[in-house]
Nanobody, 125 residues
């Protein structure tokens, strides 16, 4: 029932930009905080960015802060990740997910267990 479809990845040179999209279904989209994660070769899953239910608040990992921007369109059930100033270390498969509830600090909530196939981002130097 829950479906997450990531798109927009590709191969770019260092310093380039990409805009990732995530089409979500199976939950009432506007009732959930959303987040982006990534997994680089040989590494575990890494948190990238999160956005609150209405889009009023965002949070970023130190590694992408100032370069990436997360946004959402609740009318389209879609969350975006604008990636500027890309670096080779950004190379990874990027995933989106709904965030669970419970933590008083909203962006520290963990993602649900259902994952999409992700979208590959490759940055060359």
């Amino acid at each position: 029932q829950v479906q997450l479809v990531e798109s927009g990845g590709g191969l770019v040179q260092a310093g380039g930009s990409l805009r990732l999209s995530c089409a979500a279904s199976g939950r009432t989209f506007r009732n959930y905080d959303m987040a982006w994660y990534r997994q680089a070769p040989g590494k575990g899953r890494e948190f990238v960015a999160a956005i609150s239910r209405t889009g009023g608040s965002t949070y970023y990992s130190d590694s992408v802060k100032g370069r990436f921007t997360i946004s959402r369109d609740n009318a389209q059930n879609t969350v975006y990740l604008q990636m500027n100033g890309l670096k080779p270390e950004d190379t990874a498969i990027y995933y989106c997910n709904y965030l669970r509830t419970g933590s008083i600090i909203w962006y520290r909530n963990t993602p649900y267990d259902n994952w999409g196939q992700g979208t590959q981002v490759t940055v060359s130097s």
